[in-house]
């Protein structure tokens, strides 16, 4: 079934390649893709240790390579995500202006290559499932893009090159520092390697800055906002609410299980840039003057929260930052989506001239108010929970009566954090929504009936598990028990 | 014994407002019916809990990590949270009734029921919580349906701006209560306040720690409850309709902050150092918010001025260590307050939406029975005798007299402007000749209205007796003061209310006309300045770097040299996309060949 499930968005892009009709097709594929997923979420069994529908064939024999698959509560909580959003994002495609075949089939490479990513079980497949993934990012930027594209399209494209070029480095000396006996591309033997602390850091400090670019961390992250504004929305829902996720699950993925000293030792530094995530640009987002920038430097900004549950390298903070990743990827590709609809109504996404849009297009007030106020943590919405055990396990690592030390400081100064998203996050919505309306607006549209399921999707998935964010945690949790089980 | 009361009180509301917004937007009828059928029904089940004595209900897991962190939503069912039940229920159910007649010309009205019914899910769940997360997580959503409610008429560039400084003045006193939270957590491993209280004792050797995580929690408190220096938010707020302010920004909402740390007030007195901020920031607000009221124009600002001065006086109670007291304050508060809001709100809507006092007088022979109502709700709001808030608030006074007394100086003194500004109100609004057409022309408002003032009135009446407020509240400890208390507070009330009526009777215009307190003694331009000199320069000065030296310096630096030094990378440079595609196809390939052949 997960193989399957790998394959269809795959399959849809070769059909609508091959002339069949591309919405259609696309649109059967992203539904198909996402009752798959449903159907492993409801067959997954939360008490059985380890990976589940496991398939795995044979590649080279030599080398050990296997295109293997398998899910615990973690993949299928990203595979769940990747899958709604994808659907979300196949709906919210409008008119394509030209090359409508290619662009469809982009968007389900690159949500192929995000499923094949999660749900691989292969150091190999796991990296080149992202690879493919990235190219379709970079053709839906340069070709289809908004605004100064190309520029964007070719940053984007150097960046995330030389961290993925950065992040192979790291994976191969991640690789030949495993005594030569267990040796494997496999995860779930690679999981259980022993590095000498010493080795560890080069190892992890070439993965933080490779996967730490694809996520954005700060100072590696100026092309995410430039690639996100010029993006078409459908691109920008995919990139931002799941690729970008890939950095961060190859930390909980790798790094935490297999280099924790250097995880530890290091996590100052860590601290520090995302710090710079959330403080830092969090006040350049508060300075942003136009609506798609804010949302690309506010999505950078959130990355922040979900590094601190990481490098708090404890139960609650990895399976926080775990949902926060999900959470995240809902709300941030609403908020991409509604910005699409908003930008094909107005001149200009410049808050200059918006303004009184809620009297004109009230839904998407509404929605994009919804989404708003689930990034910004309010409760009710997944995203809430999620910064609640992020928070809680950052400030426990290292917690005295007598001090505050580096986590908890931390801690604080993310909790300040909170604070800044409600003033851009609130700022920007006033200044697009309320108020008087400019007087020589073009008539606007409001969303269409058919938009409505998908935001509707969306935000009902974040909802469900704002309410009742157990479902997932106990999913999560024993996937990241064992990591922190050894140590202490 | 286990029943399913507390869960219905909790959840109809919320159905209800989920009900409209996805069915009923377009249907205010229903949504009307909805929403104020979902109130009630909260209101009897809230009866029915509090007639029973052994009433417990099942709870959840919210989320439960065996050891660490264990959030459940259960509740608290005792005297306070059941008496504050009936307080939300029956002045939410009050004012829904009547917002039918304030609301019915409004476009936005199925909105307006929706966001009020979440209001009073988000109130009842701060109410029931038994645990920190819980409180927090009802407490941010409560700031949501005020951020909705103040901001309901988002066309209006005032509105819009209030409901955002509302909500995001509330997330900096948040700020501090989430982090009081994890402090406690981290010191006790629980946030579950029946577990809470047995492990204190561990905190006894760093009393520094406890008063810091008290007083975080206390920000909470000063944000929500509108405390100085969060308060500036609250007067905005009466941008918002005018039994929004009732309901919320006087009667409930606001007294939240009170309310939690009578809840926590095992915490809370465990650090006398903390409970000295306390009284003291209570004081300070009673004291501001009370001179800055005599000076405002807009009937529904002097009323929030007026909120924030007894919201302080509350907050003084519990620094003073007697969580009863305020709790006393707040149950009569509660009602005199909603009754002058609607009070005014009824003026208001007779004179088609004026608010400026100086434009109204003579109201008090076209609106009998708002006039009549609204005195009583003065009466008892300047601590006339045998009116509710002359007990409650004499019960502070006792209470600070006998603690600390100069905070009693100070409170008498406010207590002396309390009655000043209500006077002055009054005399202006109701008394002498009408100052403008609309005022001279005015009519009483519709029954849907006239209802709730009258039984709030009654309230007002009875509120403060012990027969009355004994049933609901365990009533405060009297105090010895011989005849200091009865007397001073009457004489600083008898010279308020005198010095007013002689100043202001017959005016057209106010005489004193001070201008640092009809500016609010500048605190907003201040915090706005703050806000621009710090917040905005520091986000400019970031957004520089990052598009300047970050961006444009270090990267395209790098990038440059990059471009000058690799032959692969020149060849990208007039290649195009799909060349830069197949180009990673060979990485891949690259790849294999590297782990196969090194």
Redesign the interface.
């Known amino acids: 079934m997960l193989f399957f499930l790998t394959l269809v968005p795959l399959l849809a892009a070769i059909v609508i390649l091959l002339g069949a009709p591309a919405r259609l097709t696309a649109l059967t594929g992203g539904a198909l893709a996402f009752g798959v997923s449903l159907l492993l979420y409801a067959r997954f069994n939360p008490v059985v240790s380890g990976f589940q529908f496991v398939t795995s064939v044979p590649v080279s024999r030599?080398?050990g390579l296997n295109f293997a698959l398998g899910l615990d509560g973690l993949s299928l909580t990203m595979i769940l995500l990747s899958t709604i959003v994808l659907l979300a994002a196949i709906w919210f495609t409008g008119e394509v202006a030209h090359h409508e075949h290619s662009f469809y089939a982009s968007l389900l490479l690159m949500a192929g290559g995000a499923i094949g990513a999660f749900a691989s079980l292969d150091l190999?497949f796991f990296?080149?499932f992202h690879?493919l993934a990235?190219?379709p990012t970079?053709?839906l930027i340069?070709?289809w893009g908004t605004g100064n594209r190309r520029a964007a399209?070719w940053k984007v494209?150097?960046y995330l090159?030389i961290g993925?070029?950065v992040l192979?480095l790291g994976l191969?000396m991640l690789?030949q520092a495993v005594p030569v006996a267990s040796r494997s591309f496999d995860l779930r033997v690679l999981q259980q390697a022993k590095i000498s602390a010493t080795a560890q850091t080069p190892i992890y400090l070439l993965l933080l800055a490779g996967f730490g670019t694809l996520i954005s961390l700060v100072?590696f992250h100026?092309w995410a906002p430039e690639a996100y504004a010029s993006a078409p929305a459908p691109a920008a829902m995919l990139h931002a609410g799941v690729l970008k996720k890939f950095g961060l699950y190859g930390l909980l993925r790798l790094a935490l299980p297999i280099l924790p000293e250097a995880v530890h030792a290091w996590a100052h530094l860590l601290l520090l840039l995302l710090l710079g995530n959330i403080i830092?640009?969090g006040?350049?987002?508060?300075?942003?003057r136009r609506l798609d920038w804010m949302l690309g430097y506010s999505s950078v900004m959130h990355m922040g929260y979900i590094f601190l549950g990481i490098v708090s390298a404890n139960?609650?903070g990895a399976?926080g930052a775990a949902l926060l990743m999900f959470a995240h990827g809902l709300s941030i590709a609403l908020l991409f989506a509604l910005n699409g609809e908003v930008r094909k109504n107005v001149p200009s996404l410049n808050f200059d001239s918006l303004g009184?849009l809620?009297?004109q297009m009230p839904i998407v007030a509404f929605l994009f108010g919804l989404a708003a106020?689930a990034a910004i943590g309010?409760?009710?919405f997944a995203n809430?929970?999620a910064e609640?055990?992020v928070?809680?396990g950052a400030?426990?690592t290292g917690?005295d009566?007598?001090h505050f030390h580096q986590f908890q400081w931390t801690?604080?100064l993310a909790?300040?954090g909170?604070?800044i998203s409600?003033?851009y996050l609130?700022?920007a919505y006033?200044r697009t929504?309320?108020?008087?309306a400019v007087a020589d607006r073009p008539p606007v549209r409001e969303l269409p009936y058919s938009l409505r399921f998908p935001a509707a999707l969306l935000m009902a998935t974040s909802l469900y598990f704002g309410f009742?964010?157990?479902a997932l945690?106990q999913k999560i949790?024993p996937v990241v028990r064992p990591y922190f089980a050894a140590s202490r | 014994m286990n029943s399913l009361l507390p869960w219905s009180a909790l959840l109809v509301p919320l159905c209800a407002s989920a009900l409209i917004v996805l069915l009923f937007q377009r249907a205010r009828q229903v949504s009307v019916f909805i929403s104020v059928g979902a109130v009630l029904f909260s209101f009897v089940c809230s009866c029915l809990i509090f007639s029973r004595q052994d009433i417990a209900a099942a709870e959840i897991?919210?989320?439960?990590?065996p050891g660490?962190?264990h959030?459940p939503i259960g509740f608290t069912l005792d005297r306070l949270s059941k008496t504050m039940l009936l307080i939300v229920t029956g002045v939410g159910a009050l004012i829904h009734i009547y917002s039918i007649g304030y609301m019915r010309e409004d476009d936005g009205e199925a909105r307006y029921f929706a966001a009020l019914s979440l209001f009073i899910f988000s109130m009842l769940g701060i109410v029931l919580a038994n645990n920190f997360?819980m409180m927090?997580?009802?407490w941010?959503?409560v700031g949501?349906s005020s951020y909705l409610l103040i901001?309901h008429w988002?066309?209006k560039?005032a509105a819009?701006?209030a409901?955002?400084k509302a909500?995001?003045t509330n997330?900096?006193g948040?700020?501090g209560f989430?982090?009081g939270i994890?402090m406690v957590?981290?010191?006790t491993g629980t946030v579950i306040f029946r577990e809470m209280a047995p492990r204190l004792t561990g905190?006894a050797?760093?009393p520094a720690?406890l008063t810091l995580a008290v007083l975080l929690i206390f920000c909470g408190a000063v944000g929500k409850s509108a405390q100085f220096p969060l308060h500036v938010w609250l007067p905005d707020a009466m941008e918002g309709p005018t039994p929004v302010s009732a309901l919320i920004h006087a009667a409930t909402m606001v007294a939240a902050g009170v309310y939690m740390l009578v809840r926590v007030g095992f915490l809370v007195q465990a650090s006398p150092d903390a409970l000295r901020v306390i009284s003291w920031i209570g004081t300070i607000t009673a004291l501001l918010a009370g001179l800055i009221a005599t000076q405002q124009d807009d009937i529904k600002r002097i009323l929030a001025y007026s909120t924030l001065s007894q919201l302080g006086y509350m907050i003084m109670a519990v620094g003073l260590a007697s969580g009863e007291t305020a709790m006393f304050h707040l149950f009569t508060h509660a009602f005199f307050k909603a009754l002058l809001f609607l009070g005014a709100g009824s003026v208001i809507v007779a004179l088609h939406h004026e608010q400026n006092i100086w434009k109204m007088g003579g109201q008090g022979k076209n609106l009998i029975l708002t006039f009549v109502s609204f005195s009583v709700g003065t009466l008892a709001l300047i601590g006339f005798p045998f009116f509710s808030g002359y007990f409650s608030k004499d019960a502070i006074l006792a209470l600070a007299y006998a603690r600390q007394p100069v905070i009693f100086a100070l409170a008498l003194f406010t207590a002396f402007l309390t009655a000043f500004y209500m006077v002055r109100l009054f005399v202006v609004v109701f008394l002498g000749k009408p100052r403008s057409q609309t005022a001279f022309a005015s009519q009483e408002s519709p029954t849907t209205m006239l209802v709730p003032l009258v039984v709030l009135a009654i309230c007002s009446l009875l509120g403060g007796y012990r027969f009355f407020a004994g049933r609901f509240l365990a009533l405060p400890e009297e105090h010895h003061t011989g005849l200091v208390i009865p007397l001073l507070p009457l004489v600083a009330m008898t010279a308020g209310s005198v010095l007013a009526f002689l100043l202001y009777r017959g005016r057209a215009t106010d005489p004193l006309n001070l201008r640092a307190l009809r500016d609010r003694l500048y605190l907003d331009e201040f915090y706005g300045w703050i806000i621009e000199h710090t917040?905005?320069a520091?986000?400019?000065?970031?957004?520089f770097i990052?598009r300047w030296l970050?961006?444009a310096g270090?990267?395209r630096g790098a990038?440059s040299a990059t471009w000058g030094f690799g032959t692969v990378?020149r060849l990208l440079q007039v290649g195009n996309?799909?060349a830069?595609?197949i180009l990673?196809g060979f990485?891949?390939v690259w790849?294999i060949y590297?782990?196969?052949f090194r």
């Open positions: 030599t080398l190999f990296y080149a690879e990235l190219i970079f053709l340069g070709i399209a494209t150097i090159a993925s070029f192979l191969i690789y100072p100026t830092y640009i006040l350049v987002t508060i300075a942003q139960l609650l399976t009184g809620a009297k106020f309010l409760p009710g809430f929970p609640i055990m928070f809680f400030f426990r917690f009566f007598d801690t604080l909790l300040w909170v604070v409600a003033v609130l700022r006033r929504f309320f108020g008087t009742f964010p157990q945690v949790m | 897991d919210w989320i439960n990590f660490l962190l959030v997360v927090f997580i009802f941010e959503l949501v901001g988002f066309m560039d819009a701006d409901a955002n909500f995001i997330r900096v948040d700020f989430m982090l994890l957590w981290g010191a905190l050797t760093n720690f917040q905005d520091l986000a400019r000065l970031s957004a990052d970050i961006d270090a990267v990038s990378l996309l799909q830069y595609a990673f990485g891949i790849v590297f782990v196969i």
